[in-house]
């Protein structure tokens, strides 16, 4: 009996004294606004819940799922924004790494060059796509078809034309988010063994063997971290789809997110969408959550691998 | 790691500047400065000219003469203020919440051996990764549920709340830096654990405190999905969801989106400039760390 008194005893002092009470506050709360929303959409999802009747909703199982994968402006929607995703990734990932090679060069006054860089993630998303739409404005006002007009190109319809709408959400999206990835890729840059480089140029390697044959490799961990946070980020895109294209025309740039949201909250009455149908956007949260558990697994799968190779 | 920089730039330097033109480089580096910064300085000559000049003269930057008026109206007639305000209060208090639950969770993690840690840390990044849109759906029913939906409260709680990973990670890396000497002089003298946090390890992680601060600020300040639907009063609206509704179905009045959209850029862009340099070591850090 006393001995079992003093073992629990002893198991609260560890406890008190240990770890947990600093860490759990904290955790707990974090994890109930962000692991529990998850397991509770899974069960929306199987609901009619609606927005104006948050406490009366019925259970209708996969009917949800049903409707999306029977609704081609759903099936769109997904298309484009992995296209999307497949485009921008990529290209983002190569200028980052061109911005982080430049700014890693002893170049006069690289500080205020880095900066500028990352000026834009200092601006909210939905600014960003309002500025954009100002500076691509199809009449007069706008700059760049001023300048086009000026310069006896004419100009460019980038938000009647669909081909050019995407291209402007693909144009901005990098604009706006190439600078936390030069970061992170400088951040890679600059651990690398200085005397390694030394190395190699002493044996006769030039700056592009330096960069393919060790450089490279060498920023292969970070690079992977990197593009896994593009990945999530621009399959989530929306704000900036709000205030930019606003999903047209003819919703050429509907992206899943936009979709999700105008079904859950209206936004202004996007096209033919119905808002307030919450158990329908929790289905639509459901899938973007699973594409981007996808993503998040072939990551991890991919550095078990390396590490098992190593 | 600064001077190691210094040395290895040296090094490496003056040799690329053999190989590769050196101007070139200036040159790249310059046009993307003009990429970047070009856009928010369009913004600023299009909110100070004259509205003549904004159809017949869209490519001077230099206004003909500085026109005020975009921005007495924007104060004037919209409720700018308010959503300034609003903003204001939303972001500091959400920062404020994820730096006290962030500096107690990355002490426990700093201070102390556990099986899974590493586990542990990782599983916080992942959940991390998940962007905020994909949850607003049963956030805003949970939210509803409380109560708290359209309160201020309410969205300050998911901003603070909703940082607490981020915090974690970042202030860890500076607990970890400081010896556990420190802790354990504060110890002998008889200091308690929050005595010991309080008075001894934060003191020395002020930059960091400030740049975590300033980077959920930042965030907080410019979100847009989340305010949106929280809080469907006007009154209670902060700047970005402000500015949304004031776009009409026609962006006629260029001056006065110009005009809201720098109240919204510059507070920002002038904190970011001055304590860029914490935020860069701070962001690197958090991607080399691991």
Redesign the interface.
């Known amino acids: 009996m006393t001995a079992a008194l003093s073992r629990s005893t002893r198991r609260l002092e560890r406890f008190a004294g240990?770890?947990?009470?600093?860490?759990l506050?904290?955790?707990l709360?974090?994890?109930?606004?962000?692991?529990?929303?998850?397991l509770?959409?899974s069960y929306?999802a199987m609901t009619d819940?609606q927005v104006t009747s948050?406490s009366s909703a019925q259970w209708v199982g996969l009917e949800n799922f049903a409707f999306l994968f029977s609704d081609s402006r759903f099936l769109d929607a997904i298309q484009f924004t992995l296209l999307f995703v497949l485009i921008t990734v990529p290209v983002q990932y190569t200028i980052a790494f061109a911005?982080a090679l430049?700014?890693?060069?002893?170049?006069r006054g690289?500080?205020?060059?880095?900066?500028?860089?990352?000026?834009?993630?200092?601006?909210?998303?939905?600014?960003i796509g309002?500025?954009?739409?100002?500076?691509m404005?199809e009449?007069?006002?706008?700059?760049i078809n001023?300048?086009l007009e000026?310069l006896g190109i004419g100009t460019i319809p980038f938000f009647s034309n669909p081909n050019w709408a995407r291209f402007a959400i693909f144009f901005v999206n990098i604009?706006s988010s190439v600078?936390?990835t030069m970061?992170?890729l400088?951040?890679?840059l600059?651990?690398i063994d200085?005397e390694q480089?030394?190395a190699a140029?002493v044996d006769g390697a030039?700056?592009w063997q330096r960069f393919f044959l060790i450089k490279l490799p060498l920023m292969r961990q970070?690079s992977g971290?990197a593009l896994?946070?593009m990945f999530?980020?621009t399959?989530?895109i929306?704000?900036k789809i709000?205030?930019l294209t606003f999903g047209g025309p003819a919703n050429a740039t509907f992206t899943i997110?936009f979709y999700?949201?105008a079904t859950?909250?209206g936004a202004r009455g996007a096209w033919g969408t119905t808002a307030g149908l919450?158990g329908r956007?929790?289905a639509m949260?459901v899938v973007?959550?699973g594409v981007?558990l996808i993503f998040?697994l072939l990551y991890?799968w991919l550095v078990m691998f390396e590490r098992e190779e190593a | 790691?600064a001077t190691?920089?210094i040395?290895?730039?040296?090094?490496?330097?003056?040799?690329?500047a053999k190989?590769?033109n050196r101007s070139l480089?200036?040159l790249?580096?310059?046009a993307?400065?003009v990429?970047?910064?070009f856009?928010?300085i369009?913004?600023i000559s299009?909110s100070l000219k004259p509205n003549v000049d904004?159809?017949r003269a869209?490519?001077n930057l230099i206004p003909s003469e500085v026109d005020w008026t975009p921005y007495e109206k924007v104060f004037r007639v919209t409720p700018i203020a308010r959503y300034l305000l609003n903003s204001f209060t939303y972001a500091l208090g959400g920062s404020a919440i994820t730096l006290f639950?962030?500096v107690?969770?990355s002490?426990?993690?700093s201070?102390?051996i556990?099986t899974g840690k590493r586990t542990f840390l990782t599983f916080?990044l992942?959940?991390?990764?998940?962007?905020q849109?994909?949850?607003?759906?049963?956030?805003?029913?949970?939210m509803?549920?409380l109560g708290l939906v359209n309160t201020q409260i309410g969205l300050i709680l998911?901003y603070g709340?909703?940082g607490?990973?981020y915090g974690?990670w970042f202030l860890k890396g500076y607990f970890d830096s400081i010896p556990k000497d420190l802790d354990e002089a504060a110890w002998m003298d008889g200091a308690s654990?929050f005595a010991t946090i309080w008075r001894i390890l934060l003191p020395t992680m002020v930059p960091g405190l400030a740049a975590l601060l300033i980077l959920q600020f930042?965030g907080h300040?410019?979100?847009?999905?989340t305010a949106?639907?929280m809080l469907r009063v006007p009154d209670l609206r902060p700047l970005?969801v402000g500015?949304?509704t004031l776009?009409g179905p026609d962006?006629t009045d260029?001056r006065l989106?110009?005009t809201a959209?720098l109240v919204?850029?510059v507070p920002?862009?002038v904190v970011?400039?001055f304590l860029?340099?914490y935020l860069?070591a701070g962001?690197?850090?958090g991607?080399?760390k691991?």
């Open positions: 240990g770890p947990w009470p600093f860490i506050p904290g955790v709360l974090y994890l109930a606004l962000s692991i529990y929303p998850i509770y959409q929306l819940m948050l911005l430049l700014v890693d060069q002893k170049l690289r500080i205020v060059f880095r900066l500028t860089y990352i000026l834009p993630l200092a601006i909210s998303s939905l600014i309002l500025m954009w739409r100002l500076l404005h009449s007069a006002a706008g700059f001023a300048l000026q604009w600078g936390s970061v992170f400088l951040g890679g600059q651990t200085v480089l030394e140029t030039n700056a970070i971290l896994i946070f999530v980020g399959f989530g929306f704000e709000l205030a997110g999700m949201f859950a909250f919450l956007a929790a949260g973007m959550f981007i998040v991890l | 790691m190691q920089t040395f290895r730039s040296a090094l490496s330097g003056p040799r690329l190989t590769a480089l200036y790249i580096a310059i993307a400065t990429v970047f910064v856009p928010v369009w913004l299009a904004i159809y869209p490519l639950f962030s107690l969770a002490y426990g993690l201070r102390h556990f916080l992942i959940v991390q990764l998940v962007p849109l994909v949850r607003v759906v049963p956030i805003y029913i949970m509803s549920s998911l709340v909703g607490i990973a974690t654990k930042i300040w410019n979100d847009f999905t949106a639907i970005t500015i949304y776009i962006e260029f989106l110009s959209a919204n850029i920002v862009v970011f400039s860029q340099r860069v962001l690197a850090a991607a080399v691991r």
